[in-house]
């Protein structure tokens, strides 16, 4: 058993057997490895000498070369004493991360340091089942798929009992907000597998917040073939579950830094749009609240405030995060301006095409539609190159939005 350092962050690793265990070639040669088991972890001490054992028998029975890299964020639980005792039987590494954490950034950080020609992701928790590992490295080095997911919704997958309907909900929830970047029936999965060129070719894009790295990976690695694996999914045998809101909260932000990536050029006025769809529920709540206080114009003009303040600000949040290192009252100021000159342009088509001898005098649906549209992109523009123009600062030097 040998020691060595693994990256700036992590001290010394342990290295075991390969498989099989007649294995003669070398651990770290990566012709060597059919496969790097990838397994983030957070205070997963008393998982881990579970889970180890039967994924090496696993891998032994289907005649696959591997490691098992396990990635802990500084548990400070007895992980490390755990790893070093499970490598004198089995092929364990152990990188120890002090600067960062997280699920997501855990498994990209095992990736690039794995050596086998597909990677296996996993959780610490038992809850994916090892014995599925062979069929979904088969998936991918058969050249079946690009991505192979170890799937809880197609047929012949299963949930826990214990699982609740909450959690079931929440997930289905989840998978649906996810539904135009993938097609799969469980991209919300920690359990999957790919290539490692798969994972090279996109990896410098990767940029993953929270605990979705497979929906990540998917979106940003190209992965157009996706094929699933049937699970039984079980709930965790020991320790403490790491979801909670703040990380649902991570998964909404992941999504829109993905919908960004896919939309590309577009996203910017796609994100505007939507900000303006809630303005305009925004503008019709409190109008309606206000309708029994005020009078109807006082009432409208509220309303009509409240919702240019909203859409103010989420876009600012949102469609502009670049901008919102600048001052913020004359952001405010000039998009007010932008909007009302964005009033006035909406205004100007409808009036013009709903003449009496204008193209669409008889369709005033139609001619509002267009006006609201040339508002739109009135205010898109104004708003971009006025009110959030990019900022003379030196590239580079501009936030990424978050």
């Not at 008393?46 to 500084?74: C, F, Y």
């Not at 214990?162 to 959690?167: M, V, Y």
């Not at 060129?197 to 190209?222: H, N, R, S, W």
């Not at 309708?291 to 009509?304: K, Q």
Request: glycine share 8%; proline share 6%.
């Amino acid at each position: 058993m040998n020691a060595h350092p693994i990256a700036q962050d992590a001290p010394p690793t342990w290295e075991g057997s390969s498989l099989p265990s007649d294995a003669s070639a070398s651990l770290h040669l990566e012709s060597a490895l059919d496969v790097s088991i990838i397994i983030p972890a957070f205070r997963e001490a008393e998982n881990l000498p579970i889970l180890v054992p039967r994924i090496a028998a696993s891998l032994d029975q289907a005649g696959l070369r591997g490691e098992i890299v396990v990635v802990d964020d500084n548990s400070q639980d007895g992980t490390d004493l755990a790893c070093q005792a499970l490598a004198d039987s089995f092929p364990v590494r152990l990188l120890v991360r002090t600067h960062e954490r997280g699920l997501s950034s855990a498994v990209v950080h095992g990736m690039r340091h794995a050596e086998g020609e597909v990677f296996v992701v996993m959780d610490a928790d038992l809850s994916h089942p090892p014995e599925k590992i062979p069929e979904l490295v088969q998936a991918v080095r058969g050249g079946d798929a690009d991505f192979a997911i170890g799937s809880r919704y197609v047929s012949g997958g299963a949930t826990d009992e214990n699982w609740g309907l909450f959690r079931w909900v929440n997930s289905k929830a989840a998978t649906l907000l996810a539904r135009p970047l993938s097609k799969a029936k469980d991209p919300m999965a920690g359990f999957f597998a790919l290539a490692r060129q798969t994972f090279e070719e996109g990896a410098e894009t990767l940029d993953p917040v929270g605990y979705k790295i497979g929906l990540e990976i998917m979106v940003k690695c190209g992965c157009r073939r996706i094929k699933e694996v049937p699970i039984r999914f079980q709930d965790r045998v020991h320790g403490q579950s790491k979801m909670n809101f703040t990380e649902q909260v991570n998964y909404l932000r992941h999504l829109r830094r993905l919908y960004v990536h896919r939309l590309g050029r577009w996203a910017q006025f796609a994100q505007f749009v939507v900000v303006g769809s809630t303005g305009m529920v925004i503008d019709l709540l409190v109008f309606s609240l206000l309708l029994t206080m005020l009078p109807g114009s006082g009432a409208r003009a509220v309303a009509i405030g409240t919702a240019m303040t909203w859409n103010f600000w989420l876009n600012r949040r949102l469609t502009f995060s670049a901008m919102r290192g600048r001052r913020i009252l004359p952001q405010f100021v000039l998009f007010c301006l932008a909007c009302s000159l964005g009033a006035f342009v909406n205004w100007s088509i409808f009036v013009t095409l709903h003449a009496p001898e204008g193209l669409l005098a008889d369709a005033p649906l139609l001619a509002a539609f267009v006006g609201i549209l040339g508002g739109t992109i009135c205010n898109f523009l104004m708003s971009k190159y006025v009110a959030f123009r990019p900022s003379a600062a030196p590239a580079g030097k501009i936030p990424a939005p978050q």
